[in-house]
């Protein structure tokens, strides 16, 4: 089964500095990987995917994400964080034939100013 | 455009109601789909739809009924609440989710939620 990780539960940067929020997939077949963010009591919003092609995929917001097929990584990343950014993070791997979106545990990211 | 609309916002349930979460969406988006949000365990996918007449189940099924009779709604039904269901509910809905191959449109469009308490 298609599944993904986020290791971390939470992620602390100071505004300005380069943020990078990790996400590693499991998948039988080629990959087709999502970002999403939740602000606070909202629904997810889509930011990027990665489908083929380039491995860097430049999303919303500014976020853009790094292909890493050899790693088995799809990691978020930005290069000036905003303390605006400060929200909750998911990747997330088609599976199911494409019909289902499967979500990791997500990724609390706290920008400070 | 609304977009994905989900009623109520907030729902207090005693253990052995039932009860049903409204969804509704006015993009005439076939596929749709139901999540529950669990601190610590992220989305987790109950049931969804890939059109009108069109049910299957996602990760966590047990408990929870689907029906699709318009393209427009797609209402979770709880049979008989219990305790461990108590989360947020979210309702989503996408044009092309689906349909393979993938690389046109799979983009998910999330309602605001539906905070559900079982006592």
């Known amino acids: 089964a298609q599944s993904v990780a986020q290791p971390e539960d939470q992620v602390n940067v100071a505004e300005g500095n380069p943020l990078t929020v990790k996400c590693t997939y499991s998948?039988?077949?080629?990959?087709?990987l999502f970002w999403y963010v939740q602000y606070p009591n909202r629904g997810l919003q889509f930011l990027l995917k990665?489908?083929?092609?380039?491995?860097l995929v430049k999303g919303s917001y500014g976020f853009e994400a790094e292909f890493n097929k050899s790693q088995t990584s799809f990691h978020l990343k930005k290069p000036s964080a905003l303390v605006s950014d400060s929200a909750l993070y998911f990747c997330?791997?088609?599976?199911?034939?494409?019909?289902?979106?499967?979500f990791g545990a997500g990724t609390r990211l706290a920008v400070h100013p | 455009n609304a977009g994905v609309t989900q009623t109520p916002k907030f729902q207090v349930l005693k253990t052995g109601q039932s009860m049903t979460l409204q969804c509704a969406q006015d993009?005439?988006?076939?596929?749709m789909s139901w999540y529950r949000q669990d601190p610590g365990m992220g989305l987790r996918l109950i049931h969804y739809?890939?059109?009108?007449?069109?049910?299957d189940q996602g990760e966590v099924p047990n408990g929870y009924n689907v029906s699709r009779s318009t393209t427009e709604d797609f209402p979770l039904r709880l049979l008989s609440a219990a305790p461990s269901q108590t989360s947020v509910y979210f309702c989503?809905?996408?044009?092309?989710?689906?349909?393979?191959?993938?690389?046109?449109?799979?983009?998910?469009?999330f309602g605001s939620g539906t905070q559900l308490s079982v006592l």
């Open positions: 989503a809905s996408s044009p092309l989710l689906g349909t393979a191959p993938p690389g046109t449109n799979e983009k998910l469009f």
């Open positions: 997330a791997v088609l599976s199911g034939g494409y019909n289902k979106l499967i």
């Open positions: 739809s890939v059109g009108a007449g069109i049910t």
């Open positions: 993009m005439n988006h076939e596929y």
């Open positions: 998948v039988s077949g080629n990959p087709y």
């Open positions: 990665y489908i083929t092609g380039d491995n």
